[in-house]
């Protein structure tokens, strides 16, 4: 059993940046497959920045060379570095663990308005 808690999310204007955090308890964290997800009202959830066990990241086009996915497995921590944001980042952010089982967090909402 793993549990994931988010944090980090707020208001911020266009182009200001955000760090979100998701902290891990419960199993062998550098085990896992780590996700950023994120879901904007009446949208599907959709796979925003992923971190392999070995540190290998994957991004949505849509983020890319603006979000920076990172991960310290000693501290059983992944976080999502939101820079240059825009209204359409508006969205609840969830972190998601896959292994064995998949794990998702409760999400944090990130609003970007001025």
């Known amino acids: 059993q793993v549990q994931l808690v988010e944090s980090g999310g707020g208001l911020v204007q266009p182009g200001g940046s955000l760090r979100l955090s998701c902290a891990a308890s419960?199993?062998?964290?550098?085990?896992?497959?780590m996700g950023w997800y994120r879901q904007a009202p009446g949208k599907q959830r959709e796979l925003v920045a992923g971190?392999?066990?070995?540190?290998?990241?994957n991004y949505a086009e849509s983020v890319k060379g603006r979000f920076t996915i990172s991960r310290d497995n000693a501290k059983a921590m992944v976080y999502l570095q939101m820079n240059s944001l825009k209204p359409g980042d508006t969205a609840v952010y969830y972190c998601?663990?896959?292994?064995?089982?998949?794990?998702w967090g409760q999400g944090t909402l990130v609003t970007v308005s001025s």
């Open positions: 998601k663990a896959v292994w064995t089982d998949t794990y």
């Open positions: 971190i392999s066990s070995a540190g290998t990241a």
């Open positions: 419960g199993s062998i964290f550098s085990m896992y497959f």
